[in-house]
């Protein structure tokens, strides 16, 4: 069975409209919020402007990302939403990182595409119109590097969940890059994850 | 007047919307951990950051609206809107009922921001619900028609300490 983004971000769509006495989203095995991405630019853009061109930001921010998404998507991946809905389109190990990039976009989170996925080795991840990089350039014009710290990190943690061992010990396993980026006027933002080096 | 939260809950291609505004679903580990990630590495600094990106935001949220609901034009209602959009976002409940102009309690039972930071990190030492006292100060200053930066929200007790509920005070900065 091929893999049905539509049915996944309804799935998406429909639950998150679920609210639980407290006011809170619980969906696909985590807790749900919708915040306006101004929110999230202004935090990663304006901790980057506050520390300096060193680069101690960027990487703080992509590895926020990378363990955040796979605590996120090894919850997702645990749900029952997951076992009803995305479970039956599964037919090999691989599936799941489309699947996983299917709810990204539900998510809101881009325009995601699996570029390239070599087993174990590579995934490419091109995305049109991230928040990150739409951001980055309406608060300060163009940039020189990429900007999508989210994106890239939680790239590299699809790879870790898939293919960097048991729960919790995979994480960063594997690095991302972001070798183009919207941010830099490139046509599409796209993000490389391999194995990290150790 | 009643609000149709899912017409406002909109999907254009790939981008959400949430009356006209960009939105993201974020849950609660990436929440918590760049709150986390800002408070280690800047300190008061990193939590101001926090506070103003929460403020400016919900400035810009809540602004946004109003102007889709122009029928939503007391006090009143726009402070109930405030709550409902609260618990819409899924980021918990929050009461405003002892808050006017010049300031005031807000008390909040339950949060999306509590909920997280006590399942990912446990307890904390101090006041942590930098999220929603610059989001009470963001929509407190549209509804009383002030500036940015017009409200100072403090966090008297938290959830996040154990509290049996948080409480913010509310003043002029």
Request: charged letters at 20%.
């Amino acid at each position: 069975m091929a893999i049905d983004t539509d049915k996944i971000v309804h799935a998406v769509m429909h639950g998150s409209r679920i609210r639980e006495e407290k006011g809170i989203i619980p969906l696909f095995g985590v807790y749900l919020s919708m915040i306006p991405v101004q929110y999230y630019n202004r935090i990663s853009f304006g901790f980057e402007k506050k520390t300096g061109s060193d680069g101690s930001a960027e990487k703080l921010l992509v590895a926020a990302g990378q363990e955040c998404g796979y605590a996120t998507f090894h919850g997702v991946r645990s749900s029952w939403e997951w076992a009803e809905v995305v479970e039956p389109m599964i037919e090999q190990v691989e599936d799941q990182i489309h699947c996983f990039i299917s709810i990204a976009i539900a998510f809101g989170w881009g325009d995601l595409v699996v570029q390239e996925l070599i087993p174990g080795e590579k995934l490419v991840v091109h995305a049109k119109s991230s928040y990150e990089a739409k951001g980055y350039l309406d608060a300060y014009g163009g940039a020189d590097t990429g900007k999508c710290y989210m994106l890239r990190g939680v790239a590299a943690a699809f790879m870790d969940l898939v293919y960097g061992g048991d729960y919790p010990d995979g994480c960063f396993q594997y690095a991302a890059e972001e070798t183009h980026c919207q941010a830099k006027g490139d046509p599409y933002c796209e993000f490389v994850a391999r194995k990290a080096a150790r | 007047m009643t609000i149709n939260w899912p017409e406002n809950f909109a999907r254009k291609g790939h981008e959400l919307f949430l009356s006209g505004l960009p939105i993201a679903l974020h849950c609660h580990h990436y929440n918590l951990n760049l709150q986390k990630t800002l408070e280690t590495s800047l300190g008061d600094e990193g939590a101001l950051l926090l506070y103003q990106a929460s403020e400016e935001s919900s400035y810009a949220g809540f602004t946004s609206f109003l102007m889709h609901h122009p029928k939503i034009n007391t006090i009143k209602s726009k402070l109930e809107l405030a709550s409902t959009s609260y618990q819409y976002c899924g980021l918990g409940i929050i009461n405003f009922t002892k808050i006017g102009p010049e300031g005031g309690r807000v008390v909040s039972p339950h949060s999306h921001h509590v909920t997280g930071w006590l399942a990912k990190f446990g307890k904390r030492e101090t006041p942590g619900c930098l999220f929603s006292r610059g989001w009470i100060a963001g929509v407190l200053a549209v509804i009383y028609d002030k500036h940015i930066g017009y409200y100072q929200v403090d966090e008297l007790e938290c959830k996040m300490t154990l509290a049996r509920e948080c409480v913010f005070e509310v003043t002029r900065a």
